[in-house]
Each structure stands twice: as structure tokens, then as C-alpha cells.
């Protein structure tokens, strides 16, 4: 059996990333006199940083691959105007536009793909080239002006909460379910793994390190349950998170797919050899990233009521901060889902918590850059030590 | 000893886990070439980092005195300082900066930090006459072959006014003639009082040039043979290495051949970058059933260019030929293609192009045939955990544990994860491309053992060898390659290596059969 202490040192980036995590809402719990947690707050924080985890997903599987993408947050804009001009300008309804932008997404990221993919030429050039002309775009769609509002059912895409089915009175009771059927899950998910891996003769961690673990992850998912139930209620936008979240964690350390762009990652050469397309492949993780970048400007232009010529302004760096911050290699080849949606976690306590203490942008942007910094030399650190 | 050059007392290093070095004693006379061998994982590399500073005084036990002074180098700079030079196996030369650029590199002949390349180039024209390369100091690294790369190196370390040179298997991916060059030029030198460590596998060459071999086991020294004095046999020197004799180098095989599986005919390939170059020209080859073919040459014969070709086109442009699979024409024009068509290749250079080094090895193994672990896209990590497990144990692969990462493997064991990788693609041709390289004694019998295990379940094996004793040794039948053709076949038991050098060499074409 693993002791604690090596079983630390083996998962020393995700337990530190979770560490992290935690130290700094508590530090920002104290500093802002209990507002960080409250359930608005909470509420808020997860709108907020909706669209970068989004992104992270999209984000990371390109790391990994090997390459980055920066236009991401031109394409949030792109993809916003687009949908504010056909729903406000030309009314559409705004179901056919949420599938037309996806659609679109998924061009603007195949034209890229295929630049980088099949045309060869490096991602930092092309998503820079992107990163001008979808922007360019925007504004002329908008004419430099912002378009608005939108019908109550696009908004509901990311302000709207679920419906509560039973009559809590103020409490939502349909949420502290969803937590109280996640948990279950959740220790179901890891007493299967334990099982499978003690089958096959595998260490697995102490007992009792595996009830603490499970203990502290019910607490946590409870507790913001409660919290969110006290409120409204489960943003829509939230259980969007989760399915995205889930299938993107699954897909990355469950499937062919996913193992492939990690081989492809880690050495492109010998990941051809094995038999994998790696042109393809590398072609359908930028279509991938132009589908989750538009889904992410349709969320952005929900929750503004508006398409703005700036949105999505920088975004594309809090996203790629949030994969580094999580662990991913800038070389490609190692990084986890989990980790990048900690990371963006991180930088959004960051933002909101220091917004409410009032700490300037200037500063705001100061602060993030040294996590990152941080961030990495813990990577580099690690490995020098192991190595 | 008054000519005694270097002496190391009593070296011990310890890695995590691992004595690397054990009490290790080692001296150097001088103006003497020392030859320094064992199995991978002996020591070798190791004590040679502890030597010239790499792994700096304080990190190991013992003392060094080199020149009779005793030494304690911080880093690499002071050891070249005193004359103390290493040549790694993988050059270190920047592939986009001239021969002169390079070697000067650190060392710049500048004065207030401008360099005066006058006297660069000079000098540089001056030091490659002394290694026999007639190259302008202009020409650019990226532009010359590995041979000329590594007499760059040793014109680099001769630059440094190097006492003592260590080369660390300087000959591995040189071709027999530049390997030869190589040896004269260390022998040029012990004329002129330089000594030379050389770490080698190729036991031939240790005993052409050496004076002196220092044999190392499993981090300790078993013994220091004098050549001058005795007559030291290959088979003396295999016995200290893996501390019994090998009567065998190779494993006995009965062979039981059937009919031809798979054939190539009229196979032309044009270089990828210049079109108009052919890199191979109307080959025609035939594998049996349970057949080992030999594929000999020189390198740059195009060997491995034909293998790639015909493996799904990976390599080459303006690909034409027809490939047939037990009479029937096969469609190989993609890689993946080729692997469902049963054909696999195990590449030359494993850190490259045959693994993923940041990953598992059970990642590695899986990664050519994921569908055979999958329901629906979905991988089956206990039956993944289950079959590359199995694969450890029926190939002795050495890791911790099969998620340990690839890449803190030993070469050997490394080359096992890639056999491993395509045996679980269950070919039926297998291509193995320098299967033995860089990997030591014992590890060689294991794989020449794995090859004579596949044939007997009536796989064909196409292998590609620079080293003769190897492909006589484990072939049926053997093809000579010689620019891009293939100019003559035999069968194993007719071949000598004078027989297939005179095809190799031979200039004018001679078909038999």
C-alpha cells in the first residue's frame, strides 16, 4: 500500500492545484468578510467564468496536441455578432441561430485547422492571423455598435436557472437533489475504480485516505448545493458545465480518441507511425475548439443581452493561463481536463475575489501573471526534482 | 605510475533507489586508447559524467587525479579546462551555424567580445586538416552527413587542446568506412600523445584499436584487460561483460519455411524533398512464411527508405510498385492501411519515431492496435492493464511497473516496448529496422530470441542490420541493397561477410541467385 506522503509526491500537481484553490478562497472568504461564498456571489462567479472553462476543454485538447490557439476570443465576438444580427436585425428565431453559430464555430475552426493541419503552418501564426480578422469582422458586423436585447429564451442560456419541480418555498429543492444524486455518483464512480484496480493487484490508496477523500468531496459538493439552492437555484449554464466537463474528462482518459491526442502530443512522429491519422486528428481538435469558442460567445452575448465589438476581448489569454496554471506541457503531450478547469477556477476566484475588494484591473492583471509564473515553475520545479 | 594520465579511486554514485557506480577504480595511461565496455546500464555513461563534471564533485565518493593533480570539477567547463574532453553519442552541434561557428561555440576566438573570423576560419581549416575533412569551415552542420558531423565534434575537441578524449559510441550511426576513418584518427592521435576512452559495443573495433579494456558490470569493475600483453578475444571480452561465456550469440532456430507471403515488385520511390533523386529503383522482394530476410547494405543504401515506403508510404514521394499479400494485390498507401493489411515496421531510432517517452509504456504498447482493447471507442483500461502485463513478462521488459514512463527506461528495454507495440498489432510481416543498435550483449540474444519466435509462428521477418555478423547470424536469406537497388540475394547459408561486402562494394551490378 501507498503511504500518504509518496502518494502526495506522485499527485503533488493536482493535490497542489486543489490546495491552491482553496487557500485562495479562503484567503478571499476572509478578506471580503464572508461575500466571496455567498450564494449571489457564487451564482456569479460561475456565469462569470462559464465561458472560460468552456474554452479550457477546447483549449487544453490543442495544448496537448502541441499547439495553441489565440483567436479564441475574436471567435467569441465573431460568433456573437453574428447571432445578435440574425436574431435582432433579421429576427430569426433563436434556436435555428444558436445552431447556425455552432455550425459556424465549427467552419471558422475547420479554416484554421486547415491551415495548421494541413498546410503546415504553425498555429501561433494562423490563430494570430484569426485573431485579427475575426475580430475586423465583428466590428464590421456590428457596424461598431452594440446589437440588442435578445428574446428571454436566449438569455436563459446562461442566466436562467433549472426549474424547481417540487415547492420548497425559497429553498430549491430539485438542486439540493441533483447534489445529493452527484455524490452518490461520485463515490460510486471511485469505489468502482478501486475495485477494478485492487482486482488486478494494483496499489490503491489507504482506506482511510479513500473515505477522507470521498468525505471532503460530499462535503464540498453539498455544501454548494445548499448554497446554490438557497439562491436560485442551479444556473442553466452550470449543468451545461457539468455535461461538458464530464464528457471531455471521459473523452480524454477514456477514449481511442483521446489517447491519441495525447500519443500525438507527445511525439507526433511516432503517433504516425502507429497508424494515427495525426493530420486529421490535429484538423478536428481546431473544429472542436471553433464549436466550443462559438458556444462560448453565444453564452457571453446571453448574459450581456447584447453583441458588443469587445467581447471576448483577451479572453483567449485567461483560457490559456487556465490550461497552463492546470498542468498542461507547453510542449505538448501532458495535461489534464480536471487540471484546466481548476486552473480557470482559480484565475475566476481571482478576478471576482479581488473585484470585490476592489482591487483595480491594473492590479488585477498583475496578480494573475504571477500565478501563472507560479504556476509554472511549480511544474518545473517538480519535474527537476523526480527527474 | 609516473605515465599514468588518469586515476579514478573508488568512484561510488548513488541515484535514488540505485547504486549506479560501486567502488569503481579506472586509470588511463598515458598516450593510450582505454576501451571502456559493458551491457547498457553497467556504469559506463555514468562514470564518465562523474569524470568530466557533469554530475559535480560532492554528488559521488571517491577521488579523481587526472595529470597527478587531484580534480574537482563543478561542471563540464573545468574539466575542459584541464584537457578533458567527452564526445556524447548524441552530437551536440547546432544544425544552422557554420563548421566554424560551431567550433568555436564557447570557446570564440573574439576579443571584446567581437570575433575575429579571420582567424576563426582559419583556424577551423587548420583543425579539420588535422581530422581529415575536407569540408569549408562555411559549410553549414545541417548540410553534412553524421560521419563528417562527428569529426567536427573531435576537431571541436582538439580546439580545446584536449589531453584526454572520451568518446561515448562514436561510431554507433557511422557507416563501416567513416567508422573506420574514425578509428585511424584515434590511433593518429595516440601518436601524438593524446589518449582517447572509448565506450563502445562493437567489439571488433575495441579490439583493433584498444591498449587497454576496462570492463564494467553492474556498476563495479570486474577487470582491466592489457591487449599489448595478451591476445584478448571477442569472446574474452563478451564473458567479463554478461559473466558467463556465450558460446551462442545467437539462438539456434530450426527453420521451417512455406510459401511467400508477401512480395514487393517493381517498387520506386523518389526522395521526398528532391523529386527528381530515386531512392529506390525497381526492387522486387519476396518474404516467406517463417522466413527471416536480411536486408544488408551500407547506410544510405536506402534501406530503411525502401522499409518506410512500403510502410504505408511513410516516407518518399511518386511512389510506384505493386505489393502483394499471399498472391493477392494489397492496398498499403496509407499507414494505417498498411497495419490492417498486417504489415508492420519497427523503427531505427526508438527515441524518435518509435515511442512516446513522456508516456507509460502500456500506453506505448497499445498505441498501434488501440481497437483490439476497445468496445466502441472506448478503451478497456483492465484488459489494456491485462495484455501489456502479459507482454512484460513474455518479453522481459525491466520497468517498475508497466505505467512507468517509456522514457526511464534503458535502451534495450526500450526497444522492447516498441517489439512489444507492434507483436500486439499481430503482424504478419514485421519489419525490424536495427533492431540490435545501441543496446547491449545480452539484451540482443533476448530479441534475437523474440525474432525466432515470431518465424515459428510463421510471421516473416524483414531485417534491416548494418552489422553483418548479425544479419548471417539471424537470417534465412539475405538481400543486398546498394543506392536504392538491390544487387544480390543469397541464401544465409551460402553468404560470408566477404561474400555480401563484395556486393555492397562491388560498383558494377551482379545478379545471382
Known amino acids: ?387 | 605510475m609516473s605515465d599514468v594520465i588518469l586515476e579514478m579511486r573508488n568512484i561510488t554514485k548513488l541515484f535514488p533507489g540505485v547504486k549506479a557506480l560501486d567502488n569503481v577504480s579506472f586509470s588511463v595511461r598515458q598516450g593510450e586508447i582505454h576501451a571502456l565496455v559493458g551491457e547498457n546500464g553497467a556504469g559506463k555513461s555514468t562514470l564518465m559524467n562523474v569524470l568530466s563534471g557533469i554530475y559535480p564533485y560532492g554528488t559521488y565518493h571517491g577521488e579523481i587525479y587526472f595529470q597527478g593533480k587531484e580534480c574537482r570539477f563543478r561542471d563540464i567547463t573545468e574539466s575542459e579546462k584541464v584537457g578533458l574532453v567527452i564526445i556524447h553519442q548524441e552530437l551536440a552541434l547546432i544544425p544552422f551555424l557554420s563548421v566554424a561557428e560551431n567550433l568555436f561555440l564557447g570557446n570564440e576566438r573574439a576579443k571584446n567580445g567581437v570575433i575575429n573570423w579571420n582567424e576563426s576560419i582559419s583556424k577551423t581549416a587548420e583543425l579539420l586538416n588535422r581530422v581529415g575533412l575536407n569540408e569549408s569551415p562555411n559549410t553549414l552542420i545541417t548540410n553534412m552527413g553524421v560521419g563528417k558531423q562527428q569529426l567536427v565534434e573531435i576537431a571541436k575537441a582538439l580546439a580545446k587542446e584536449v589531453k584526454l578524449l572520451i568518446l561515448d559510441e562514436p561510431t554507433a550511426s557511422l557507416n563501416e568506412t567513416d567508422s573506420e576513418k574514425l578509428l585511424e584518427l584515434l590511433l593518429q592521435f595516440k601518436e601524438h600523445g593524446i589518449s582517447s576512452i572509448l565506450i563502445s559495443h562493437k567489439l571488433s573495433e575495441v579490439n583493433k584499436v584498444a591498449d587497454s579494456i576496462t570492463i564494467l558490470r553492474d556498476g563495479a569493475t570486474i577487470e582491466t584487460l592489457d591487449c599489448r600483453k595478451d591476445n584478448i578475444t571477442e569472446d574474452r571480452i563478451i564473458r567479463g561483460m554478461v559473466g558467463r561465456d556465450m558460446t551462442h550469440r545467437f539462438p539456434p532456430r530450426d527453420s521451417n519455411i512455406g510459401e511467400v507471403i508477401f512480395e514487393v515488385r517493381d517498387w520506386n520511390v523518389y526522395h521526398p524533398l528532391h523529386e527528381d533523386r530515386k531512392v529506390s529503383t525497381n526492387v522486387n522482394i519476396s518474404i516467406r512464411k517463417g522466413e527471416v530476410v536480411g536486408l544488408a547494405g551500407l547506410m544510405g543504401a536506402g534501406r530503411t527508405e525502401l522499409a518506410m515506403s512500403i510502410f504505408g508510404r511513410a516516407y518518399g514521394t511518386r511512389i510506384s510498385g505493386k505489393a502483394y499479400k499471399h498472391g493477392k494485390e494489397i492496398d498499403i498507401s496509407t499507414i494505417d492501411k498498411a497495419i490492417s493489411n498486417g504489415i508492420a515496421y519497427a523503427t531505427e531510432d526508438r527515441k524518435a519515431y518509435g515511442l512516446v517517452l513522456i508516456q507509460q509504456v502500456k500506453n506505448n504498447i497499445t498505441l498501434a492496435n488501440l481497437e483490439e482493447i476497445s468496445t466502441r471507442q472506448v478503451i478497456n483500461e483492465p484488459q489494456e492493464m491485462r495484455v501489456t502485463s502479459e507482454y512484460r513478462d513474455k518479453l522481459n521488459i525491466k520497468c517498475s511497473s508497466i505505467q512507468q514512463l517509456a522514457l526511464n527506461l534503458s535502451g534495450g528495454n526500450q526497444q522492447k516496448v516498441v517489439l512489444s507495440k507492434w507483436l500486439f498489432a499481430s503482424p504478419e510481416i514485421l519489419i525490424l529496422d536495427e533492431p540490435t543498435r545501441g543496446i547491449d550483449v545480452g539484451a540482443k540474444y533476448e530479441i534475437y530470441t523474440i525474432i525466432n519466435r515470431l518465424v515459428s509462428e510463421g510471421k516473416g521477418v524483414v531485417l534491416i542490420s548494418s552489422e553483418l555478423p548479425e544479419i548471417l547470424g539471424v537470417c534465412d536469406r539475405v538481400y543486398v541493397m546498394r543506392d536504392g537497388k538491390i544487387v544480390g540475394e543469397m541464401p544465409a547459408n551460402e553468404a560470408s561477410q566477404e561474400k555480401v561486402m563484395k556486393y555492397i562494394m562491388t560498383q558494377q551490378e551482379v545478379v545471382e541467385q
Not at chain 1, 104 to 129: E, N
Not at chain 1, 136 to 158: C, D, M, Y
Not at chain 1, 179 to 205: A, C, H, P
Open chain 1, 1 to 387: 500500500m501507498k503511504t500518504l506522503s509518496t502518494l502526495f509526491k506522485n499527485n503533488v500537481r493536482e493535490y497542489g492545484m486543489l490546495i491552491a484553490l482553496v487557500a485562495v478562497m479562503v484567503f478571499f472568504q476572509v478578506q471580503t468578510n464572508g461575500v466571496l461564498m455567498k450564494p449571489v456571489n457564487l451564482t456569479n462567479l460561475v456565469l462569470q467564468n462559464s465561458y472560460v472553462i468552456t474554452m479550457a476543454l477546447g483549449m487544453l485538447l490543442i495544448i496537448v496536441s502541441g499547439w495553441i490557439d489565440l483567436s479564441v476570443g475574436s471567435v467569441v465576438a465573431v460568433v456573437g455578432a453574428l447571432a445578435g444580427v440574425l436574431i435582432v436585425r433579421y429576427d430569426v428565431n433563436w434556436v435555428v441561430v444558436v445552431a447556425i453559430s455552432l455550425l459556424v464555430g465549427a467552419a471558422i475552426g475547420a479554416f484554421q485547422g486547415y491551415w495548421v493541419a494541413y498546410l503546415k503552418i504553425p498555429s501561433f501564426i494562423v490563430t494570430l492571423a484569426g485573431f485579427l480578422m475575426f475580430r475586423g469582422l465583428t466590428i464590421a458586423l456590428l457596424r461598431g455598435e452594440s446589437v440588442g436585447p435578445f428574446p428571454r429564451g436566449f438569455q436563459n442560456i446562461s442566466s436562467g436557472f433549472i426549474p424547481d419541480f417540487f415547492n420548497g418555498d425559497g429553498f430549491h429543492i430539485t438542486t439540493m437533489l441533483i447534489g445529493v444524486i452527484l455524490s452518490v455518483l461520485l463515490i460510486w464512480l471511485d469505489m468502482r475504480t478501486r475495485k477494478n484496480q485492487q482486482k488486478y493487484g494494483f496499489e490503491v490508496t489507504p482506506f482511510y485516505f479513500f473515505v477522507a477523500k470521498n468525505t471532503g468531496l460530499t462535503a464540498a459538493v453539498m455544501i454548494f448545493s445548499y448554497l446554490m439552492a438557497s439562491y436560485k437555484g442551479l444556473p442553466n449554464v452550470l449543468i451545461l458545465l457539468f455535461v461538458l466537463i464530464a464528457a471531455y474528462a471521459f473523452m480524454t482518459s477514456q477514449t481511442v480518441i483521446g489517447r491519441r491526442i495525447y500519443a500525438m502530443g507527445g511525439n507526433v512522429k511516432a503517433a504516425m507511425l502507429s497508424g494515427v491519422n495525426t493530420t486529421r486528428l490535429l484538423f478536428y481538435t481546431f473544429v472542436n475548439m471553433g464549436v466550443l469558442a462559438a458556444l462560448a460567445g453565444l453564452i457571453v452575448a446571453a448574459r450581456l443581452n447584447s453583441s458588443t465589438p469587445n467581447a471576448g476581448d483577451g479572453m483567449e489569454l485567461d483560457v490559456i493561463a487556465a490550461c497552463f496554471i492546470g498542468g498542461a506541457s507547453p510542449t505538448g503531450g501532458v495535461g489534464k481536463v480536471i487540471g484546466a478547469v481548476v486552473g480557470a477556477f482559480l484565475i475566476g476566484v481571482l478576478n471576482n475575489g479581488m473585484s470585490i475588494m476592489g482591487v483595480g484591473i491594473d492590479w488585477q492583471k498583475v496578480v494573475k501573471g504571477i500565478v501563472l509564473l507560479l504556476a509554472v515553475l511549480f511544474d518545473v520545479y517538480n519535474k527537476n526534482k523526480s527527474n
